[in-house]
C-alpha cells in the first residue's frame, strides 16, 4: 500500500476546499439570480405569482429582490416611437390607398397592472404588433375615410393625422395607453387612382399655368394704359404751357430783321403779331 505524504494529504484538501468554495458559489450565484429583478430606466415592473396572483405595488426602475417563483412583466412609461407600414384604409371618395403610420406612445404609471390584466404576461412588443396596430387601422379607417385621396396627399393630411390621433386615442386611452403625436406618410394609391391623380394634378397645373399668363397679361396692359396716359397728360401739360405770346417770341428771336419775302406760290411768310401791333411791335 502506497503510502500519502502529510505534504500530499494538505494538498488534497485544498483542492477538496476550492472544490467545495466554487460549488458553493455558483450555488449562491444561481439562487441569488432568482430572487433579484432589474427594471431599466423608463419602465416599471407588473410581479405576478401563480400562487398569490398580480400584486398590485409595481417596480419601479432599479434592482429589486422577488420571490423565488415570482414572474415580473415591464412596461414603458416613457415615450416609445412605433412604425406600422402599409395600413390599408380607404378615402371619402372610395379610393384604397396604403398609408404609413408612425406614433409615440407610453403607458400611464398606474394602469400597467390593468394592461397586464387584460393582455397577460406578454412583452410589450406583442402587444404593438397586435392590439395597437389593430386600433390603429380601425381608427386610420374611420378618420380617413372622411377625407378625398386628394386631401390625403395636400394640405390636409395634417388634419387627417390628428383626426386619426383622436379616434386612437379614445380608443386605447381608457386602457392606460397616452399617444404623444401621429404621422401620416405619403399615401400609397393603386394604379387606377394614381393615374387620376395625375390627370387631377395636371390639370390643376395647367389652371396655374393659365392663371399667371392672364395676372401676366393684365399686368402688361395696366403698363400700357398708365404709359399712354403719362404721354397724354404730358403732351396736354406741353400745349398749356405754349400761349400765343410765347409762341410770338420764338419767331423774333428767329427773325433776321428783313421783310418776308414771297413764296413760290406768291404768298408772303407772315410773323405773327398782336392784331393791335406791327412787326416791330409798335
Given amino acids: 500500500m502506497e503510502n500519502v505524504t502529510p505534504m500530499k494529504k494538505n494538498n488534497n484538501r485544498r483542492i477538496v476546499g476550492a472544490v467545495i468554495i466554487a460549488v458553493a458559489l455558483v450555488a449562491a450565484i444561481g439562487i441569488t439570480s432568482l430572487f433579484i429583478q432589474k427594471i431599466p430606466n423608463g419602465y416599471v415592473g ?13 417596480l419601479s426602475q432599479g434592482w ?9 412583466t415591464i412596461y414603458p412609461i416613457r415615450m416609445q416611437t412605433v412604425n406600422y407600414k402599409d395600413i390599408q384604409v380607404a378615402t371619402s371618395d372610395g379610393k384604397n390607398v396604403t398609408i404609413d403610420f408612425a406614433f409615440s406612445y407610453s403607458i400611464q404609471p398606474d394602469k400597467v397592472v390593468d394592461v397586464f390584466n387584460k393582455f397577460g404576461p406578454v412583452e410589450v412588443e406583442s402587444i404593438e404588433e397586435s392590439y395597437l396596430r389593430t386600433r390603429l387601422w380601425d381608427a386610420g379607417r374611420k378618420a380617413i375615410s372622411k377625407y378625398s385621396v386628394i386631401d390625403t396627399y395636400g394640405e390636409k393630411s395634417s388634419d387627417a393625422a390628428v383626426d386619426v390621433k383622436n379616434v386612437f386615442m379614445d380608443d386605447i386611452g381608457k386602457l392606460g395607453f397616452q399617444v404623444d403625436n401621429m404621422t401620416l406618410g405619403v399615401p400609397k394609391p393603386d394604379e387606377s387612382t ?3 391623380i395625375n390627370k387631377r394634378v395636371e390639370a390643376a397645373q395647367e389652371l396655374e399655368r393659365k392663371q399667371i399668363e392672364l395676372k401676366i397679361a393684365k399686368a402688361e396692359a395696366e403698363k400700357k394704359t398708365i404709359e399712354a396716359k403719362g404721354i ?3 403732351n396736354e401739360i406741353i400745349k398749356k404751357s405754349i400761349s400765343k405770346e410765347v409762341i410770338q417770341n420764338k419767331w423774333i428771336e428767329k427773325w433776321d430783321g428783313k421783310m418776308p419775302k414771297a413764296t413760290g406760290s406768291g404768298q408772303l411768310v407772315q410773323i405773327p ?10
Avoid: C, M, R, W
Fill in 64 to 72: 429589486h429582490l422577488v420571490g423565488l417563483f415570482d414572474k415580473v
Fill in 232 to 234: 397724354a397728360d404730358y
Fill in 273 to 282: 403779331i398782336e392784331e393791335t401791333g406791327t412787326a416791330s411791335g409798335k
Fill in 46 to 58: 407588473v410581479v405576478y405569482s401563480p400562487n398569490g396572483g398580480v400584486q398590485n405595488d409595481t
Fill in 194 to 196: 394614381q393615374a387620376a
